[in-house]
């Protein structure tokens, strides 16, 4: 501690006297800096007062001139507007202005030619001219009266370095009659810049307008300082440049190479400007040796300060190193204490705080000094007072240890570990404790116990088989899941691994692999306990402590619903490919119905014209009959094709399904092979079914084509039923939104080889099928179930393995119900005489439409576009009693040219005929204004019907 005050001692005293030295230093450094700022305040100021004075002097010379050369003019115009010229009084004048002024080296007159007439140094006779100099011919091409004052030249008369002062003067009619000039020497104006004020070195200039020198002191027999040059430095452009009328600056480039301080002062009133030039080292040569005297006597004071301060530092030395000596003895005996990292405490036998280290201290939350005054019982906080005082009085030398809690000062308490030993002394009894604080370790002990209570919360929570074994594969870890599917591999080692041995072999492959570093994840499949097949995926990794493996972890994911899961996505998505594709068959229907149906009409309407043109029961007439029938049964196909793809709507009717069956059934027949029989048992009926006869028609073909492909390979019999019956309400229980009563029951049986039960509850589900790629869509049944449905019926299905199949349909019937007829009879076609506007842009089917037309007794105009057809009836609107037109045509359609036409005549009948379309049906066409619809292919009948139904509304 005495060391301690002895060196900071020595820092004060050295600190001190280097502050004194810094701080005279500094009051140096400021009083030359004010006393340096004063010298050059006043160097400038000198400096400024004397090229004043001097500009002043020039310009005062300058005036002069400039008056005399004034008086001159003046004079001599005067003598002009009189009419002669008195020489004899101008030679008076300028011998009286010469004389007033001696430094004006003369006076001269000149001509309008620029030739010296008059002055000093003329003689009659000589011929001496200004015309050529640059003054001359400003003052004759401006004729300005005023002053120009020249830069440095050699006088021609004179022949020295000259100032000429010139003005010009006017004949009476006011012309340019000459110049009056007066020449003053360069040595004049050298003359007023010799001022001793300028000091030993100083110098003075004079420059014009351009910079030219006029004149400097002292002179200097160099190249720039002759007149004329117009040499300066950088510094003297930078100052005249700034436009001041004073400015100063420090140059080095000088004709001397002497440094000078220099201010430059334009002259009032005259192109020149005067330049003083000031040497440093003459005007700061009392500031220099004021700077020396102060320099040497701070540098005294500097070193006899340092000499005291070294002797002090070596007595507060000495002194300190005595001091030091005995402050070790103290620190040796309570290093102990001082530096232990538990607290230490002292007590005396009554409870008080002898002695105590820092980290006691802190750990209490107070002071050294704080804990000196404090007993035991201030921060224990288990025993009593008098508990304690017992507990000190019996302390020996043995000790004690215990744990035991601590108050701190704030209050708050934490646990402690204690160490005692008592020793008697001469002054009493002293009892040494060493407590440590066991805050962290018992927190860490409760952590973890609480990890511990967590890892086991997650082994029993963990929702999959989750187990760590060690490197010798020995289980030390398993979540209750996995002791649920594995048993208890902790209880029982001998089941480590699965009995089954490859199954073994392939586990501790892969157990070497991970304790090589490799992490492992793959699926695999096991029977459950119940016999099913369960599928997991298995993650091992390795447990790492830095770069050792200590182990295994292991992960089973029971993924067997995912996978069922993937294998139900699998088969949705192969379910929306059928059904896209199944889209684009019915867009391509829609394409080729179009097409179909503008054939179907010309083959049927070529048909019946010529069945009406062949006589009843004639051979050529019966046969038509068949083309006309099989025209019908294509477009009845086009209409099942439309419906089947959902591009054409269902017509419900009333009708016999007997005929319907037979007619499919000989549609049927061709298609069949000689190895399936067809047995027919349609029993007579008078009941009818409301359906739409395509869809029926659909039902039967598609029942029969399944039952054919179920006996393809062998043959059979393919049995086709109908019949009639009852149900009530307790024999439909199985279809609770079917109305009981009257059935018309159409059945389907083959001898094939039977539908599994597996896939029994499948086959009306759509997309579902059997068969191999391209011999079925998976939509048939799915499809007859849809039709029969919306009809208030059901389907049921029969089956036994290797007997065969039976499918029967049940539609609601109505008894005693209308019948399909079975065929047309010929009757009378309405006709007409009225005048026809016929467009088609097919030129093989309009060219047929007009045929038919006009057996009808139609006048008919033939148009093979919309807008041929739009240009023709613009012609003449009231020429046409109706139009009949086509929907798809290019360009126009059938009714964009429907509302062209009805602008310009909206009574105008039309029929708009379509063989399919996207864009307009009956109900679109009718509110457009259109009278009417039809769908191809039409029959003459139908045709001649709908024409006579237009045109007579």
Not at 32 to 47: G, Q, V
Not at 420 to 432: E, I, M, P, R, S
Request: glycine share 8%; proline share 4%; charged share 25%.
């Amino acid at each position: 501690m005495e060391s301690k005050r002895s060196r900071r001692l020595e820092i004060r005293l050295v600190v001190g006297v280097v502050l004194v030295n810094l701080l005279l230093a500094g009051l140096a450094m400021l009083f030359l800096a004010e006393s340096r700022a004063h010298y050059h305040e006043r160097h400038s100021a000198n400096s400024k007062n004397l090229a004043r004075l001097l500009a002043q002097s020039v310009s005062d010379k300058a005036r002069m001139v400039d008056d005399a050369v004034v008086r001159v003019r003046r004079e001599l115009e005067r003598q002009l507007y009189g009419g002669f010229l008195d020489f004899q009084t101008l030679s008076h004048l300028l011998n009286s202005e010469e004389r007033q002024l001696p430094d004006i080296d003369g006076i001269r007159i000149t001509n309008a030619a620029g030739e010296v007439v008059f002055g000093k140094g003329f003689e009659p006779g000589m011929a001496t001219s200004y015309a050529d100099r640059a003054f001359f011919v400003r003052h004759r091409q401006h004729l300005s009266r005023e002053v120009i004052v020249t830069e440095p030249l050699k006088g021609r008369l004179s022949g020295i370095w000259i100032i000429a002062f010139t003005r010009s003067y006017t004949a009476p009619d006011g012309s340019f009659a000459g110049i009056v000039t007066a020449a003053v020497p360069v040595d004049t104006f050298n003359r007023l810049l010799a001022l001793p004020s300028l000091g030993r070195t100083g110098a003075a200039m004079l420059r014009g307008a351009n910079r030219e020198l006029i004149a400097r002191f002292p002179p200097f027999a160099v190249d720039i300082a002759e007149p004329g040059n117009s040499a300066v430095s950088a510094e003297y452009v930078r100052a005249e440049e700034s436009g001041e009328e004073t400015a100063t600056f420090t140059t080095t480039e000088t004709p001397d190479g002497v440094p000078r301080m220099v201010t430059l002062q334009r002259v009032p009133g005259w192109p020149f400007v005067l330049g003083v030039g000031l040497v440093n080292d003459e005007q700061f040569a009392p500031f220099a040796n004021q700077l020396f005297g102060i320099v040497t006597a701070l540098a005294l004071f500097l070193i006899g300060s340092s000499l005291y301060t070294w002797r002090a530092v070596v007595h507060l030395r000495e002194r300190a190193r005595l001091d030091r000596l005995h402050f070790e003895d103290l620190t040796r005996r309570r290093i102990l204490i001082d530096q232990s990292r538990d607290g230490i405490v002292v007590l005396d036998k009554h409870g008080k705080v002898w002695e105590a280290n820092r980290r006691f201290a802190e750990m209490l939350g107070y002071s050294a000094e704080e804990v000196a005054r404090l007993h035991v019982w201030d921060w224990e906080t288990v025993a009593t007072r008098e508990e304690l005082q017992t507990t000190i009085a019996e302390i020996g030398p043995a000790g004690d240890h215990f744990e035991t809690i601590h108050r701190r000062r704030d209050g708050s308490t934490f646990p402690v570990e204690i160490s005692t030993n008592g020793v008697d002394t001469a002054g009493g009894k002293l009892v040494f404790c060493v407590c440590r604080d066991i805050s962290e370790r018992k927190r860490a002990a409760e952590a973890l116990a609480r990890k511990d209570a967590l890892l086991e919360a997650i082994l029993r929570n963990i929702p999959f088989d989750f187990w760590a074994r060690d490197t010798r594969g020995k289980i030390i870890m398993q979540s209750e899941e996995s002791v649920r599917f594995w048993g208890d591999l902790l209880a029982d080692p001998s089941l480590d691994l699965p009995v089954e041995e490859n199954l073994a072999r392939h586990w501790r492959q892969n157990h070497q692999r991970v304790l090589n570093g490799e992490i492992i994840a793959e699926d695999y499949s096991l029977a459950d306990a119940s016999g099913n097949e369960r599928h997991f995926h298995k993650i091992l990794a390795p447990i790492r402590e830095g770069e050792a493996i200590l182990g295994i972890l292991g992960i089973n994911i029971d993924i067997t619903e995912r996978k069922l899961a993937e294998e139900e996505r699998h088969r949705l998505q192969a379910q929306l490919v059928q059904a896209q594709k199944m889209e684009a068959i019915g867009t391509l229907a829609g394409g080729i119905a179009h097409d179909f149906n503008n054939i179907l009409m010309a083959i049927l309407g070529y048909a019946e014209m010529a069945r009406n043109d062949s006589p009843e029961g004639s051979t050529v007439s019966m046969d038509l009959d068949k083309v006309i029938e099989a025209s019908r049964r294509a477009s009845a196909l086009v209409k099942q094709i439309l419906a089947f793809s959902r591009q054409a709507d269902t017509e419900r009717i009333p009708l016999e399904p007997g005929l319907l069956v037979k007619e499919a059934i000989k549609l049927l027949r061709p298609s069949l092979p000689s190895t399936v029989v067809i047995r027919q048992e349609l029993a007579a009926s008078g009941w009818a079914i409301v359906a739409d006869p395509t869809q029926v028609h659909q039902i039967v073909i598609n029942l029969c084509s399944n039952a054919f492909h179920a006996m393809e390979e062998k043959g059979g019999k393919l049995t086709i039923g109908l019949r009639e019956c009852h149900l009530t309400r307790e024999e439909l229980v199985q279809y609770p939104k079917v109305q009981s009563g009257p059935f018309v029951v159409l059945s389907v049986s083959d001898t094939g080889p039977g539908i599994p039960p597996a896939i029994r509850d499948k086959i009306f589900e759509p997309y579902f099928t059997t068969k191999e790629v391209g011999k079925g869509t998976g939509m048939g049944l799915a499809i007859i179930h849809g039709i029969v449905t919306t009809s208030g019926g059901f389907v049921t299905c029969h089956s036994t393995l290797g007997e065969g199949s039976r499918f029967e349909v049940f539609f609601p019937a109505i008894e005693g119900g209308p019948s399909l007829p079975e065929g047309d009879a010929r009757e009378p076609l309405p006709t007409g005489s009225e005048r026809v506007l016929l467009v088609d842009d097919e030129t093989g089917l309009a060219a047929m439409e007009k045929t038919m037309l006009e057996k009808l007794g139609y006048q008919v105009t033939v148009c093979t576009s919309g807008s041929e057809a739009l240009a023709t009836f613009a012609r003449e609107p009231e020429r046409y009693d109706l139009v009949l037109t086509d929907q798809t045509m290019p360009g126009l359609t059938g009714l964009e040219l429907a509302r062209y036409l009805l602008e310009m005549r909206p009574d105008l009948p039309i029929i708009l005929c379509t063989g399919f379309s996207n864009l307009v049906d009956e109900e679109r066409a009718k509110g457009s204004g259109i009278k009417g619809y039809a769908l191809k292919p039409l029959s003459l009948l139908d045709l001649s019907r709908l024409l006579r139904q237009v045109l007579d509304s």
